[in-house]
């Protein structure tokens, strides 16, 4: 069944469903909250034209004066960042984290790049996936200017006081927002009903899974009766979803040592032995996008086991090898 282009979740609190032209995720939910004084939008959509074209729509068919508009984004990635600019007026604020914007400073695709190649990315895959990867193709065309966010600041729009809680692992700042006279949150990527999210360790220092399950602790015990994901279904057991995600994340990992029994792998070749949910006969015909994400999700698991112990690694040449320790 076709999604709605405008769904009315709560009193005065609208879903917009923004497209996402070949992307396995389908659309991004963009949250609109039309207050009598200032609107706010939770999440974008991609820089691209079938993006902006749904998303300005939308916003028509709410009434809703940019003038008198302020953006929350959740966090850095191009498909909630990309088009703040073609929203906001000179007279909106944007709220956004440090963390994100300051990972995105000087020219990230150089150092993921890095870690890429280090990761076991074959040269001409490498330079295609970073070509072709959607944060360099539709973040925002300008500089916009933000006000960032941090723990336990506070939105006011529509009667709903929305407390910003800082959720690391998806991304270093990704931040979700709780109300809790509502008992709802929405949670961007750190938290999807019926999909997985993506969680990845294309960064040096930061061990994104360490973080995501940290994350997942601080928001179980919230009062929640609906989650307000930034892709797919909204859902109401969040603790059951919590738990699940954990289980996977468990699953990955015993997968991973069985894949190290007895070898030493780079994080590219760990990931063409596990399994993923993609319609590929082989890992060699995955999209160069999907092995981006499937790798950088094996070297997450690949460096949380190393900091636990379980797992060592060693250079060898312009590689970084793993195997299982002790």
């Known amino acids: 069944?076709?999604?709605?282009?405008?769904?009315?979740?709560?009193?005065?609190?609208?879903?917009?469903?923004?497209?996402?032209?070949?992307?396995?995720?389908k659309s991004v939910n963009s949250y609109v909250i039309?207050?009598?004084d200032r609107n706010l939008i939770i999440d974008t959509g991609m820089n691209r034209p079938e993006c902006k074209e749904v998303l300005l729509e939308a916003l028509k068919q709410l009434d809703i004066d940019p003038e008198i508009t302020d953006l929350f984004i959740t966090h850095v990635h191009a498909d909630h960042l990309g088009l703040v600019h073609e929203v906001a007026s000179l007279h909106s604020y944007i709220y956004f984290?440090?963390?994100d914007m300051e990972l995105a400073r000087g020219d990230i695709w150089k150092?993921?790049?890095?870690?890429?190649?280090?990761?076991?990315?074959?040269?001409?895959?490498?330079r295609r996936a970073l070509e072709r990867h959607p944060g360099n193709r539709y973040s925002p065309s300008s500089g916009v200017e933000f006000t960032y966010l941090v723990e336990g600041n506070m939105l006011e729009a529509g009667g709903y006081s929305l407390q910003c809680l800082e959720t690391p692992g998806h991304t270093p700042g990704s931040i979700c927002l709780y109300e809790a006279d509502h008992q709802f949150i929405i949670t961007g990527d750190h938290v999807l009903g019926d999909i997985t999210p993506n969680i990845s360790a294309w960064l040096d220092g930061f061990n994104s899974l360490k973080h995501y399950f940290s994350s997942l602790d601080k928001i179980y015990n919230l009062p929640v009766r609906l989650v307000l994901p930034g892709h797919r279904s909204l859902f109401t057991d969040l603790k059951k979803r919590i738990k699940e995600l954990k289980e996977h994340h468990a699953r990955r990992l015993e997968e991973v040592r069985e894949?190290?029994?007895?070898?030493?792998?780079?994080?590219?070749?760990?990931?063409?032995?596990?399994?993923?949910?993609?319609?590929?006969?082989?890992?060699?015909?995955?999209?160069?996008?999907?092995?981006?994400f499937a790798a950088g999700e094996a070297l997450a698991h690949l460096k949380y086991m190393e900091e636990n112990g379980e797992v060592e690694s060693r250079e060898s040449g312009e590689k970084i090898l793993y195997r299982l320790g002790g």
């Open 259 to 292: 894949i190290l029994e007895g070898e030493e792998m780079d994080a590219y070749q760990v990931a063409s032995f596990m399994s993923w949910d993609i319609d590929a006969v082989s890992w060699n015909e995955f999209p160069v996008a999907q092995q981006w």
């Open 111 to 126: 150092r993921l790049g890095r870690v890429a190649a280090k990761g076991g990315f074959p040269v001409e895959t490498l």
């Open 34 to 36: 039309k207050g009598e």
């Open 97 to 99: 984290n440090l963390p």
């Open 1 to 25: 069944m076709e999604e709605k282009l405008v769904e009315e979740v709560l009193p005065r609190l609208y879903r917009v469903s923004v497209p996402l032209p070949g992307s396995p995720l």
